[in-house]
């Protein structure tokens, strides 16, 4: 059985940081691609990162590029989301998911996690 666990996430000043992790089980990890994607209160749910089984490529979304880096450790089986120079507009449930492509498409992914919380007061 899968399980894709996010943590990380919390309340934080603008202009501050967090580290977002997700931990993967049931799977095996280094042979699927893994992405972020963030949903704010009523709007869809965007891409926000992925990088590929063996982190040879990276793809971000125009939003977070330049503040945000995706890395994973296929040691421990998790990824990570480090999320610099927060934005109150960066506040949303942020998403991880496995998928045997990198994609920015979320009906790409096959599993996912949970979610965790991010907001960015001004």
């Known amino acids: 059985q899968v399980q894709l666990v996010e943590s990380g996430g919390g309340l934080v000043q603008a202009g501050g940081s967090l580290r977002l992790s997700c931990a993967a089980s049931g799977l095996t990890f280094s042979s699927y691609a893994m992405g972020w994607f963030r949903q704010a209160p009523g709007k869809e749910r965007k891409f926000v990162a992925a990088?590929?089984?063996?982190?040879?490529?990276?793809d971000y979304g125009d939003p977070v590029k330049g503040r945000f880096t995706i890395s994973r450790d296929n040691a421990k089986n998790k990824v990570y989301l480090q999320l610099n120079s927060l934005k109150p507009e960066d506040t949303a449930v942020y998403y991880c998911?496995?998928?045997?492509?990198?994609?920015?498409?979320?009906?790409?992914?096959?599993?996912w996690g949970q979610g965790t919380q991010v907001t960015v007061s001004s």
């Open positions: 998911g496995a998928s045997m492509v990198i994609s920015a498409t979320q009906g790409e992914y096959k599993y």
């Open positions: 990088i590929t089984g063996r982190g040879h490529r990276i």
